[in-house]
């Protein structure tokens, strides 16, 4: 039973003789919530209002009300609205950014994830019906902990996304959704390729063939099988239609059932917003991290340098947002002979130039980190030394997002994967995540 939810179909303003209301169709826990079973049988839809032109809804209740065991919950813009604009301890900045975000589009994938992340399920398009695969109760076993839709190309088409509660493909679906929405902000428009910028990630967890229909991680490791994310991803156009088949409606039938658009005035408040966006570097905490200034032990033991971090005051300067401040991680600050000539290359004259040993990264990551809730979690898979020089980069660049997808996948190249991710980003300059 899904409480705290309102209805507003006898309030609403477009009721007429050609609206009909949509309403819930709610089962037992026992039926949707099954034991041994990962994805709730719980079908989510996302409405501007709960009251609809009738021809599309008597399509839809006809198909959707006959999908076996299965709880249909429908959330209007008044519902959506008030749950996006609750606290949400795993991803702190989504209130905000939810308001600012001006595609609708991109809207409604924001609030699908979200959905999916807290409650688990399986999140629809309105404008689509299910297949008879979807309807036999094929499509999704108890085993699996994601199911996606794909095209012709394997990339994920979000009209269709089925997955347990907190599932790390969210979390970085959701993160990535987050800052390449507000990249070019204002004004920002979701495309096909905009979509698959952070969808795209989703098929990145997969290391399965391509096994004709689907394409799947379980795999067989040394004769064992290995599940790895449980994730399987269905090419749906190669199945004419088993899966979902869309519904022909008018673009402005189309426009009502999604979520209304900001007005003016909201985009110029967001905008001011994130004009305003503060950039300021805490250098004093920064400077005490990494000991300038303190009494240091600058012994080495023999044929070992000791390179200590300095301080530039004109790397900080106003109207610049990427400070002039190289970071260098290392277990010490004692370098052999043959290390010692790079990490002079890197010392700018106008740059400070920051060595972050063992106890300066640990100081960094024990901290609090309201922006990045799950990193403690996280640092409990990192193994290597590489792995925690990794963390504390992303720390720096406000990235780990993408390092918690690094250390889920547990592939081997985890280093050369994360250092590509990051001079990635970095070149995108998405630093405000």
């Known amino acids: 039973m899904v409480s705290g939810r309102s209805s507003s179909v006898n309030n609403d303003p477009r ?3 050609k609206c009909t209301g949509m309403s819930d169709k709610v089962l037992a826990q026992t039926t949707t919530h099954i034991v041994g079973r990962s994805i709730p049988k719980v079908v989510r839809f996302i409405l501007q209002s ?29 519902y959506v609205d008030e749950y996006m604009s609750q606290e949400h301890k795993d991803f ?12 609708n589009v991109a809207r409604m994938d924001l609030v699908k994830l979200m959905l999916l992340w807290d409650k688990g399920g399986i999140a629809v398009d309105f404008g689509n019906i299910p297949g008879p695969a979807f309807k036999n109760g094929d499509i999704i076993i108890d085993a699996d902990e994601c199911i996606f839709e794909v095209d012709a190309e394997w990339a994920t088409n979000p009209r269709f996304l089925a997955c347990r ?8 679906a959701i993160t990535k959704l987050l800052a390449v929405a507000l990249i070019d902000f204002p004004g920002f428009t979701i495309s096909i390729e905009g979509r698959r910028s952070y969808f795209g990630y989703i098929s990145e967890f997969m290391t399965g063939a391509d096994h004709g229909n689907i394409k799947t991680i379980r795999v067989q490791q040394n004769g064992q099988q290995f599940d790895g994310h449980k994730i399987v991803q269905i090419n749906t156009n190669r199945t004419n239609g088993e899966l979902l088949t869309s519904l022909v409606v008018s673009k402005e039938t189309m426009r009502d059932l999604k979520l209304r658009e900001l007005s003016k005035l909201e985009q110029d408040q967001c905008k001011v917003k994130m004009i305003n966006n503060s950039f300021e570097v805490d250098i004093d905490s920064l400077l005490e991290l990494v000991g300038v200034g303190a009494k240091e032990n600058t012994t080495c033991p023999e044929d070992l340098t000791y390179i200590g971090s300095r301080y530039n005051d004109g790397s900080i300067l106003k109207g610049r947002k990427i400070p002039k401040i190289v970071h260098k991680t290392a277990k010490s600050k004692c370098f052999a002979d043959l290390y010692v000539p790079a990490m002079h290359t890197w010392m700018f004259e106008d740059h400070s130039f920051f060595v972050h040993d063992d106890e300066a990264v640990n100081k960094l990551l024990n901290r609090e980190w309201p922006e990045f809730p799950l990193l403690q979690q996280a640092r409990s898979c990192i193994a290597t030394g590489a792995g925690m020089a990794g963390a504390y980069v992303y720390s720096e660049c406000r990235l780990v997002a993408h390092l918690i997808y690094e ?18 980003e970095l070149r995108n300059y998405i630093l405000d995540v």
Do not use: M
């Open 165 to 172: 509660p907190r599932h790390a493909a969210l979390y970085v």
């Open 15 to 17: 009721a007429s003789e």
């Open 407 to 424: 250390l889920t996948t547990g592939d081997s190249s985890f280093l050369t994967r994360i250092r590509s991710r990051v001079r990635f």
């Open 50 to 78: 709960k009251c609809i032109p009738e021809e599309v809804a008597e399509t839809h209740n006809q198909n959707w009300k006959q999908a076996k065991n299965h709880t249909i919950i429908y959330y209007d813009q008044e």
């Open 92 to 103: 702190p900045a989504a209130a905000s950014k939810y308001k600012c975000i001006t595609d």
